[in-house]
Nanobody, 116 residues
């Protein structure tokens, strides 16, 4: 059974940085394109960034372009999201999943709160 476990969230001040990690059981990461998603209170879950299976191609939603960087290490079955210049509107629970997402792979997510 595939398990994705997110970590690295926390409380950070505006313009601060966080690095999220997503550890996958098995070898799922090396086989699929992956994505980071987020869900803010009262909002729908949205795609933040995605990366091809080999890390060559990436995509970012306009709201995070130039501030977030998605990367992966298939040898460690780990996905990363480096978040810089954080804004209050980045506050959300962040999830990793395949891209497109698989309903069976949603984990607990990691909370990111940007506040002074």
């Amino acid at each position: 059974q595939v398990q994705l476990v997110e970590s690295g969230g926390g409380l950070v001040q505006p313009l601060g940085s966080l690095r999220l990690s997503c550890a996958a059981s098995g070898s799922i990461l090396s086989n699929y394109a992956m994505g980071w998603y987020r869900q803010a209170p009262g909002a729908q879950r949205e795609l933040v960034a995605s990366i091809s299976w080999n890390g060559v191609s990436t995509y970012y939603t306009d709201a995070v372009k130039g501030r977030f960087t998605i990367s992966r290490d298939n040898t460690k079955n780990t996905l990363y999201l480096q978040m810089n210049s954080l804004k209050s509107e980045d506050t959300a629970v962040y999830y990793c999943n395949t891209f497109p997402s698989n309903v069976n792979y949603w984990g607990q997510g990691t909370q990111v709160t940007v506040s002074s």
